[in-house]
């Protein structure tokens, strides 16, 4: 059974750092891609960053550029969320996802397979 577990949400200061941690099991994603996207109170979810499976390229969306980063581990079968300079309009819950195959990052939750049970982060002071 495919899982993917995230983990290191929490309550935290403005300005603050966190890294969220996404675990798989039951499959690798080494050569796939995967992505971070949040979700606030009474939005959609949206997409944060992104890693390519094939070539290992990132993107992030404007609203955490230059303060987050997407990275992995594929010997541990770990994506990364390093979020720095935190703000309180970054509060939501935080999902990992993961494509099937060999297709490439994209913006669109729908484009994703796999997703994780998400963890809350809270900016506030």
């Known amino acids: 059974q495919v899982q993917l577990v995230e983990s290191g949400g929490g309550l935290v200061q403005p300005g603050d750092s966190l890294r969220l941690s996404c675990a798989a099991s039951?499959?690798?994603?080494?050569?796939?891609?995967m992505g971070w996207f949040r979700q606030k109170p009474g939005q959609e979810r949206e997409f944060v960053a992104a890693f390519s499976g094939s070539s290992s390229s990132t993107v992030y969306a404007d609203s955490v550029k230059g303060r987050y980063t997407i990275s992995r581990d594929n010997a541990k079968d770990t994506v990364y969320l390093q979020m720095n300079s935190l703000k309180p309009e970054d509060t939501a819950v935080y999902y990992c996802?993961?494509?099937?195959?060999?297709?490439?990052?994209?913006?669109?939750?729908?484009?994703?397979?796999?997703w994780g049970q998400g963890t809350q982060v809270t900016v506030s002071s």
């Open positions: 039951g499959r690798t994603f080494s050569n796939n891609a």
């Open positions: 996802a993961a494509r099937r195959g060999r297709n490439g990052y994209s913006y669109s939750p729908s484009a994703y397979d796999y």
